[in-house]
C-alpha cells in the first residue's frame, strides 16, 4: 500500500506516481548508458590496439564501475540503511567465490609448477 497525503486528490495521486515512473525511467536509462558507455571504453582501447599495463588497468577500473553502476541503477542497492543489509550479502557472496577461484587457481598453479 502507498502512503497517502492527507489531502490529496486522485488526480494528485495519480501525477504522483507519474512523476515516480518518469524518475524511474531517467534512472534506468542512465544505468544503460553508463553501462554501455563502461562496455565500449574498454573494447575502443583493446580493439585499436592498444597494449601494456595501463590498458589492463583501463578495463579493470571499467569492470568495477560498471559494477557498481549495476548495484545503483538496477539492483536499486545503495548504501542507504533499508539496502545495506542486501549490500553486505552480496559483498560476502563475492569474498566467498573470489576466495574459491583464487585458491583453485593458486592449487592449479602449484600442481604446474610441480609438474614441469
Known amino acids: 500500500m502507498s502512503a497517502h497525503m492527507p489531502h490529496e486528490t486522485g488526480a494528485e495521486r495519480a501525477a504522483r506516481r507519474e512523476a515516480g515512473r ?26 585499436a590496439g592498444l597494449g601494456g599495463r595501463w590498458v589492463l588497468t583501463a578495463v579493470a577500473v571499467a569492470a568495477l564501475a560498471q559494477i557498481a553502476v549495476h548495484f545503483r541503477f538496477f539492483l536499486h542497492i545503495s548504501l542507504d540503511r533499508s539496502t545495506r543489509d ?19 587457481i593458486w592449487i592449479l598453479g602449484n600442481l604446474h609448477e610441480r609438474m614441469m
Open 22 to 47: 518518469r524518475a524511474e525511467l531517467r534512472s534506468y536509462l542512465t544505468g544503460f548508458a553508463l553501462a554501455v558507455l563502461l562496455t565500449a571504453l574498454p573494447f575502443a582501447l583493446v580493439a
Open 86 to 104: 542486501d549490500l553486505q550479502l552480496i559483498l560476502f557472496t563475492s569474498l566467498i567465490i573470489a576466495m574459491m577461484a583464487g585458491g583453485t
